[in-house]
């Protein structure tokens, strides 16, 4: 892996900036105010937009792996679990501990099943 160590930070940079712009857009999404809600929710049309890049450039540079396939599926999890917050929080007749309380249902299958493609 020594030619592609470039490539292999490339993409694995790509895939942790997912998780962290998924933590930003809740946080955004979670001051209600009018603007920083809609940054949140281009925040996660961002993230999910680098999970289509990040897979594409690991594919197309050779730089699979099963370290990063597992980064990809946690970055998932976490932009997922983002998206029902990000919901929970603006919909204000909803607590957002209920749906805190079904992603915390969700995730462990979104991981499992993730991690099951990841290793066929």
Not at 58 to 86: I, K, N
Request: glycine share 10%; proline share 2%; charged share 15%.
């Amino acid at each position: 892996m020594g030619e592609r160590k470039l490539e292999y930070w490339i993409v694995n940079g790509i895939t942790v900036s997912r998780s962290l712009l998924s933590l930003a857009a809740v946080s955004m999404i979670a001051t209600r105010e009018s603007n920083l809600m809609a940054a949140g929710l281009f925040t996660i049309i961002a993230a999910v937009s680098l999970d289509l890049i990040d897979g594409k450039l690991a594919r197309h540079w050779g730089v699979q792996s099963q370290e990063g396939g597992y980064r990809d599926a946690l970055a998932d999890v976490t932009m997922v679990t983002a998206g029902l917050l990000g919901v929970g929080i603006a919909m204000e007749q909803f607590p957002a501990l209920c749906w805190l309380t079904i992603s915390g249902l969700l995730i462990p299958w979104f991981t499992f099943v993730r991690w099951q493609q990841v290793r066929n």
